[in-house]
């Protein structure tokens, strides 16, 4: 059997079907954004890893060095976010290739740390090895949650409201951009890149950054999601996790999703279209979480978060609703490793 016929997340239900738990102290394993381990009376770990590989998550080409430090780190301790936790230690193992330098390293820990600094998580430890592929980087993140304020993915009801931090599509416009550049001046020595215009789709792609804040708000407000996932694998495959977890469906309108206004401007440039970008593209790292319907006043208090739908009963199914009443299908086309 081909894997890519499964799909990454049928191809993990698959590796770990009829894993059981041996150690009481393991309270939940594989299926949510991270780990969750008891710590002590009062608060769980939360543990997670992640794997950065070089021409699947990154392309050296046009990827400064301490950017992919930056964004490895926010990568992987988002997960941690996600469980409404906090990070606070993380190893690194990285597999180096002939090409990098001590000075190539020495940027990618250059943005390691600056990440560390920024949020401040601990760099405890880590490996390093030869490699014969080119560049990996490998993150395992330990953080914590009080044991009433960890959040899942399988908590949703009925009527919850769909919520979405800050705004979506930009970093898939990013790596669009970045790649129409490598083309054109593949080759050509003497040509510059055209990215004045499109900061934004840039930053957003190559120096993402941590919604630590958007917790801490949450928390601030009283507010404590029923569900919640971060979105790396983009809109559609990321709300039918929350769906799948939390055995519902959903419904997400079109006309209210926070799709950034560089992704129109670019989109028409080069014919593709940003709700696309928004629904597929991933990387975006933002939060996507319900709550009850009765607080919805209070989330738009905390600001940066817009209402884009509601949870509704698994026979429902997960859909986009136009502007006009029609109901389209979400399908999980996220980017994927194994395609």
């Known amino acids: 059997m081909d894997i890519s016929s499964l799909g990454e997340f049928r191809f993990i239900d698959r590796l770990t079907d009829g894993l059981s738990s041996k150690r009481a102290s393991t309270v939940f394993g594989v299926g949510d954004d991270a780990a969750v381990i008891e710590r002590d009376a009062e608060n769980y770990t939360l543990l997670s890893s992640d794997m950065f590989l070089e021409g699947i998550a990154f392309d050296l080409t046009y990827t400064p060095l301490n950017h992919l430090g930056f964004k490895c780190v926010v990568a992987a301790a988002s997960d941690i976010i996600a469980m409404n936790g906090r990070p606070e230690q993380l190893t690194v ?28 998580i601990d760099l405890v430890g880590g490996d390093t090895c030869s490699s014969m592929t080119g560049l990996s980087i490998a993150i395992s993140v330990v953080g914590s949650v009080a044991k009433d304020k960890i959040v899942y993915r399988s908590g949703a009801a009925n009527s919850d409201l769909i919520c979405v931090t800050g705004d979506l599509g930009a970093a898939f416009m990013g790596l669009k951009l970045l790649e129409r550049e490598k083309r054109v001046l593949n080759g050509n020595i003497e040509a510059k890149p055209k990215l004045e215009g499109y900061e934004y789709l840039l930053e957003r792609q190559l120096h993402p950054l941590l919604r630590l804040d958007v917790i801490e708000a949450l928390e601030q407000n009283g507010i404590k999601p029923t569900s919640m996932i971060d979105l790396s694998d983009g809109l559609a495959s990321d709300t039918m996790q929350l769906c799948r977890r939390s055995g519902k469906g959903a419904k997400i309108f079109l006309d209210r999703l926070p799709i950034a206004s560089k992704c129109f ?75």
Not at 93 to 120: F, H, N, W
């Open 265 to 339: 401007e670019f989109g028409d440039e080069i014919k593709t279209d940003p709700v696309m970008a928004a629904l597929n593209g991933g990387e975006d790292y933002e939060l996507l979480f319900t709550v009850p319907v009765d607080r919805y006043e209070d989330v738009l208090r905390v600001g940066g978060i817009d209402v884009i739908g509601h949870m509704t009963s698994a026979d429902n199914g997960a859909s986009l609703v136009t502007p006009d009443g029609s109901e389209i299908e979400l399908k999980a086309q996220g980017w994927t490793s194994l395609e």
């Open 93 to 120: 193992s990285i597999g180096i290739s002939r090409k990098i330098t001590v000075e190539m390293a020495d940027s990618i820990y250059e943005g390691i740390r600056a990440a560390c600094d920024k949020y401040s």
